[in-house]
């Protein structure tokens, strides 16, 4: 059995039905189970992503509330302290001494309340423009006294917000604070300061600090983040332009997850790093590739045993095949479908001589019709030169301008354009030449004959068929127009509709009779050979071998009034 199969693979390679078996049987079964345990292993990895990331989006938009909520407390307070009436007489008042006894201890009592209110408040400050003094919850003084004072500059730029936030450093360095400012009519304004450390530690801390946070502003300026070491700086714009467009994205050599978020005038960021996640997909993706390459081992094993088992009938097969006479083997074949297929096989190898000679019988015929269709093809070419010979003559003799000569030239040139049998299709405007050149010709005939062209310029692009409309105008001017009376009006058009070309030949001859258009129309779907209607059914059958079914031919006809065939082609450039 060895031998026998190296001598398989050394005949037919690996066009070998056991090899081909080997192959299907091995592939359907490997692609099978490698597609089971890939979409398992893709459905379960979705599984842990989807819910990765609703978890992680849970956690972000948790905290931008958390945080959010406390800004707002925060503002709120400052627009409280805004609003109170102490408040605002210190900072619109000249002398506030003198205008408002005892102002101190009430404003004393008043920030140092607001400032117990919450953890977050750093500190609050009344701020007099006129007077240039700050009072906070403990003293006052000029603002020049106080050593956190940057907070000015962000008044002086903005004097009349009645809300003004800012990121601020305590003198340049720390602690890290927002800072809020609300501006009194112009005269002066309410400060107050929180400590981000505090509002992070509040934020956070149910997160481990997995999760950073950073609000910008439309300038991608960070005006609050729990990472203090991004605070006051601008976001890095290629790391904006990944969080834009992925949830998921690889940044210095760490994996994150994002949550964007974005208001009229703010940006909410929440990275979180995720390096333990992806290393638990790259092991799930790990496992399915040691499954696949344990499928496919698994696999070809498999695949040679059921291969060798149903190539054995046909290893019979092929013995008989390779020595027909050598058959004594087969009576001892069981009586299945093996020894029906060989015993047949041997039957066919007998009658083999007999098909051999019905064979060359057929052959000697095939090239008697090939000798009679050559011999037909010379009569043309003969006919060809003799009329060149003739329109020679004539121009030497009568002139080229003749009428006679002026004939024989047009049917020359209309024989020479019918032996070009190398080309099928040809560009629409040569075939629209060759039918004026034949028009022409008739009109020497049919001096009444009106011809009525209407070619769209988009036709010219097309291709069609050689000599299929020529035949049809013939008809028309031979069994339409010739007999009528009168003037003879023959309207040739083509046009470009959709994905076809529409061809139209129009006479107002005599016309058809419905039993006639129906004796054409049977006659066309024929495919006996007649002489009635040869030249439509010529021109009908050719267009069907080129175009197939998307070539049609239509009759429409009234008796005594007009005739229009129509032919349907595709456009072809």
Same mark, same amino acid.
């Given at each position: 059995?060895?031998?026998?199969?190296?001598?398989?693979?050394?005949?037919?390679?690996?066009?070998?039905?056991?090899?081909?078996?080997?192959?299907?049987?091995?592939?359907?079964?490997?692609?099978?189970?490698?597609?089971?345990?890939?979409?398992?292993?893709?459905?379960?990895?979705?599984?842990?992503?989807?819910?990765?990331?609703?978890?992680?989006?849970?956690?972000?938009?948790?905290?931008?509330?958390?945080?959010?909520?406390?800004?707002?407390?925060?503002?709120?307070?400052?627009?409280?302290?805004?609003?109170?009436?102490?408040?605002?007489?210190?900072?619109?008042?000249?002398?506030?001494?003198?205008?408002?006894?005892?102002?101190?201890?009430?404003?004393?009592?008043?920030?140092?309340?607001?400032?117990?209110?919450?953890?977050?408040?750093?500190?609050?400050?009344?701020?007099?423009?006129?007077?240039?003094?700050?009072?906070?919850?403990?003293?006052?003084?000029?603002?020049?006294?106080?050593?956190?004072?940057?907070?000015?500059?962000?008044?002086?730029?903005?004097?009349?917000?009645?809300?003004?936030?800012?990121?601020?450093?305590?003198?340049?360095?720390?602690?890290?604070?927002?800072?809020?400012?609300?501006?009194?009519?112009?005269?002066?304004?309410?400060?107050?300061?929180?400590?981000?450390?505090?509002?992070?530690?509040?934020?956070?801390?149910?997160?481990?600090?997995?999760?950073?946070?950073?609000?910008?502003?439309?300038?991608?300026?960070?005006?609050?983040? $729990? +990472?203090?070491? #991004?605070?006051?700086?601008?976001?890095?714009?290629? *790391?904006? &332009?990944? %969080?834009?467009?992925?949830? /998921? @994205?690889?940044?210095?050599?760490?994996?994150?997850?994002?949550?964007?978020?974005?208001?009229?005038?703010?940006?909410?960021?929440?990275?979180?790093?995720? $390096? +333990?996640?992806? #290393?638990?997909?790259?092991?799930?993706?790990?496992? *399915?590739? &040691?499954? %696949?390459?344990?499928?496919? /081992? @698994?696999?070809?094993?498999?695949?040679?045993?059921?291969?060798?088992?149903?190539?054995?009938?046909?290893?019979?097969?092929?013995?008989?095949?390779?020595?027909?006479?050598?058959?004594?083997?087969?009576?001892?074949?069981?009586?299945?479908?093996?020894?029906? %297929?060989?015993?047949?096989? /041997?039957?066919?190898?007998?009658?083999?001589?007999?098909?051999?000679?019905?064979?060359?019988?057929?052959?000697?015929?095939?090239?008697?019709?090939?000798?009679?269709?050559?011999?037909?093809?010379?009569?043309?070419?003969?006919?060809?030169?003799?009329?060149?010979? %003739?329109?020679?003559?004539?121009?030497?003799?009568?002139?080229?301008?003749?009428?006679?000569?002026?004939?024989?030239?047009?049917?020359?040139?209309?024989?020479?354009?019918?032996?070009?049998?190398?080309?099928?299709?040809?560009?629409?405007?040569?075939?629209?030449?060759?039918?004026?050149?034949?028009?022409?010709?008739?009109?020497?005939?049919?001096?009444?004959?009106?011809?009525?062209?209407?070619?769209?310029?988009?036709?010219?692009?097309?291709?069609?068929?050689?000599?299929?409309?020529?035949?049809?105008?013939?008809?028309?001017?031979?069994?339409?127009?010739?007999?009528?009376?009168?003037?003879?009006?023959?309207?040739?058009?083509?046009?470009?509709?959709?994905?076809?070309?529409?061809?139209?030949?129009?006479?107002?001859?005599?016309?058809?009779?419905?039993?006639?258009?129906?004796?054409?129309?049977?006659?066309?779907?024929?495919?006996?050979?007649?002489?009635?209607?040869?030249?439509?059914?010529?021109?009908?059958?050719?267009?069907?071998?080129?175009?197939?079914?998307?070539?049609?031919?239509?009759?429409?006809?009234?008796?005594?009034?007009?005739?229009?065939?129509?032919?349907?082609?595709?456009?072809?450039?």
């Amino acid at each position: 059995m060895k031998t026998f199969i190296n001598n398989l693979f050394i005949k037919f390679k690996f066009n070998s039905i056991l090899f081909a078996n080997f192959l299907k049987i091995f592939f359907v079964m490997f692609i099978i189970l490698c597609i089971s345990c890939v979409a398992i292993s893709m459905t379960m990895m979705n599984i842990s992503k989807n819910e990765m990331l609703m978890y992680n989006e849970s956690n972000a938009k948790n905290m931008i509330e958390t945080t959010e909520g406390i800004i707002d407390e925060i503002k709120q307070i400052t627009l409280n302290i805004a609003v109170d009436t102490d408040v605002r007489n210190y900072i619109m008042s000249e002398s506030p001494a003198e205008m408002l006894p005892g102002y101190q201890s009430r404003i004393y009592s008043k920030l140092y309340a607001y400032k117990s209110m919450t953890k977050y408040v750093y500190s609050i400050y009344l701020y007099n423009e006129k007077n240039d003094t700050v009072i906070s919850h403990k003293s006052e003084g000029k603002l020049s006294s106080f050593p956190d004072n940057d907070w000015i500059d962000i008044y002086r730029k903005n004097p009349n917000d009645t809300m003004c936030i800012a990121p601020w450093k305590v003198m340049g360095n720390y602690p890290y604070l927002i800072t809020y400012i609300s501006s009194i009519a112009g005269k002066g304004c309410v400060v107050v300061t929180a400590d981000i450390y505090m509002i992070a530690k509040n934020s956070s801390s149910a997160y481990d600090g997995k999760y950073k946070l950073y609000i910008t502003d439309k300038d991608n300026s960070i005006i609050y983040s $729990n +990472d203090e070491s #991004k605070f006051m700086t601008v976001f890095d714009d290629e *790391l904006y &332009a990944l %969080i834009k467009e992925n949830e /998921i @994205f690889k940044y210095n050599g760490d994996s994150y997850y994002c949550y964007f978020y974005e208001t009229k005038d703010k940006r909410y960021i929440v990275t979180a790093v995720i $390096n +333990d996640y992806i #290393k638990h997909t790259h092991r799930t993706k790990n496992l *399915l590739i &040691a499954g %696949i390459i344990l499928i496919f /081992i @698994f696999g070809i094993l498999i695949s040679g045993m059921l291969a060798f088992n149903s190539f054995e009938p046909i290893s019979k097969i092929i013995k008989v095949i390779d020595k027909p006479h050598e058959n004594d083997f087969i009576e001892e074949m069981k009586n299945n479908e093996v020894k029906y %297929i060989t015993t047949q096989i /041997i039957n066919y190898i007998d009658s083999n001589e007999m098909l051999k000679e019905e064979l060359n019988n057929r052959l000697a015929e095939h090239n008697q019709l090939s000798m009679m269709a050559m011999q037909m093809q010379i009569n043309p070419h003969f006919l060809n030169n003799t009329l060149n010979i %003739i329109g020679l003559k004539l121009a030497k003799e009568i002139g080229a301008e003749n009428d006679l000569t002026v004939m024989v030239t047009m049917i020359t040139r209309l024989i020479q354009y019918i032996l070009n049998v190398d080309t099928i299709q040809v560009d629409f405007k040569q075939e629209l030449d060759f039918l004026k050149n034949y028009i022409a010709l008739l009109n020497y005939r049919y001096k009444d004959l009106n011809v009525i062209w209407n070619i769209d310029e988009k036709v010219y692009r097309c291709k069609i068929v050689r000599v299929c409309l020529q035949p049809i105008v013939e008809n028309a001017v031979y069994h339409g127009l010739a007999s009528k009376d009168g003037e003879k009006i023959l309207k040739i058009s083509a046009k470009v509709e959709e994905e076809n070309v529409v061809i139209s030949i129009e006479d107002n001859g005599v016309g058809i009779s419905e039993d006639k258009i129906e004796e054409i129309n049977k006659n066309l779907d024929d495919d006996t050979i007649s002489s009635k209607h040869i030249g439509i059914k010529n021109v009908y059958k050719r267009l069907r071998i080129v175009y197939n079914e998307k070539a049609d031919l239509k009759i429409e006809s009234k008796k005594g009034e007009y005739t229009r065939i129509c032919i349907i082609i595709p456009t072809v450039f």
